[in-house]
Structure formats: C-alpha cells, structure tokens
C-alpha cells in the first residue's frame, strides 16, 4: 500500500506515469484485495476449521473451551472484531480463520473487512504519498520503518510466549486433575 501510495497524483513517481493513481483508488484496491485475500482463510474455517482443531488443537494447545468461548465472542462482539482487527497490524491477517470457525455469515464478514480495511489501506497508501519523495534521499525512515518492525515482531513474541504459557499451564491443572 505505501508503495501503490507512493504512485499517486502529487507524488514525485506521478512524473513518470501518464495516469497516477489516486489514494481513494488504491485505498479502495487494497480494501477488495483483502475481502478476496480473506475468501480463503475464511472458508477454511468454515468448513474445516472445528473439525481440525476438534481433532488437533490439542497440538497447538487450543481445546473445545477455546471454540465455545470463541462461538460466544463472535456472536455477541464478531461484527466489531473483525471490523477493529481490520485496522490493526499483524491481527487483520488472521481474523478471517476464527470468523469462519465461528460461522460469522459471510456478507457480514465481508462488509465489515471491507469497511475496516480502507481506512487503513488510505492510511498506508497516504503514508507512501508523503514519504515516497524522501524514501531515497531521508535515511530516517528506513531506521524508522526496522524499527517499527521490530517492535511488531516483539509483540508477537510475548503474546505466543503469553499464549503458550497460560495455556500450558492451564493444560497441566486439567491432567492433575485427571
């Protein structure tokens, strides 16, 4: 998106296209671009998501708790989860799998990907409009960039290490239990 930003009117790359592209454009490519990307990670899902984490889950230390709690979350917050997973980094990627194990109606699922999706698809590709002149020449935003990935990268970490940990635990109080 930065990139397709970084083509729009106004930008320096619009001296070397005839016809630049325009934010609302790209925004509104990069928003179908993630309803048609998340077809497939929702259909998964839907048709074989809970018999495979029925059958598996115990494996990626998800269990039969996890799906009813995520049935109950989906029908009573799923519109607004996926719209607010839309706007968010790293999450927006895997929202369509539990929306489809949850059998979020699709029309629904879709509508609200696409509403959460533009706004950032327009943030992204205004971002690239404005940095895209000063890419080359500002070492800054490199530095920047690495180091928002970085921090990314990092949150990442401790939510799986957070997710292994209470789920691990919790796994060992059910054998004890036995």
Same mark, same amino acid.
């Given at each position: 998106?930065?990139?397709?930003?970084?083509?729009?009117?106004?930008?320096?790359?619009?001296?070397?296209?005839?016809?630049?592209?325009?934010?609302?454009?790209?925004?509104? +490519?990069?928003?179908?671009? +993630?309803?048609?990307?998340? $077809?497939?990670?929702?259909?998964?899902?839907?048709?074989?998501?809970?018999?495979?984490?029925?059958?598996?889950?115990?494996?990626?230390?998800?269990?039969?708790?996890?799906?009813?709690?995520?049935?109950?979350?989906?029908?009573?917050?799923?519109?607004?989860?996926?719209?607010?997973?839309?706007?968010?980094?790293? $999450?927006?990627?895997?929202?369509?799998?539990?929306?489809?194990?949850?059998?979020?109606?699709?029309?629904?699922?879709?509508?609200?990907?696409? $509403?959460?999706?533009?706004?950032? +698809?327009?943030?992204?590709?205004?971002?690239?409009?404005?940095?895209?002149?000063?890419?080359?020449?500002?070492?800054?935003?490199?530095?920047?960039?690495?180091?928002?990935?970085?921090?990314?990268?990092?949150?990442?970490?401790?939510?799986?290490?957070?997710?292994?940990?209470?789920?691990?635990?919790?796994?060992?109080? $059910?054998?004890?239990?036995?």
């Amino acid at each position: 998106m930065p990139f397709s930003g970084a083509l729009t009117i106004g930008s320096i790359a619009s001296q070397y296209h005839r016809e630049p592209f325009t934010l609302f454009l790209v925004a509104l +490519c990069g928003a179908i671009g +993630c309803n048609v990307g998340s $077809v497939f990670a929702y259909e998964i899902g839907y048709y074989g998501g809970r018999p495979l984490v029925e059958k598996y889950g115990a494996y990626i230390l998800l269990s039969e708790r996890e799906l009813k709690w995520a049935d109950r979350f989906f029908v009573k917050y799923g519109d607004w989860a996926v719209f607010i997973s839309r706007l968010l980094p790293v $999450v927006r990627t895997f929202i369509a799998l539990p929306a489809g194990i949850a059998r979020m109606p699709r029309l629904r699922f879709h509508i609200y990907t696409f $509403v959460g999706s533009f706004p950032w +698809c327009l943030m992204l590709a205004y971002v690239g409009k404005v940095l895209g002149d000063r890419w080359e020449t500002d070492p800054r935003l490199k530095m920047w960039f690495h180091r928002f990935d970085a921090l990314i990268l990092a949150v990442i970490v401790v939510a799986a290490v957070w997710f292994v940990w209470t789920h691990w635990k919790h796994r060992i109080r $059910v054998t004890e239990s036995a």
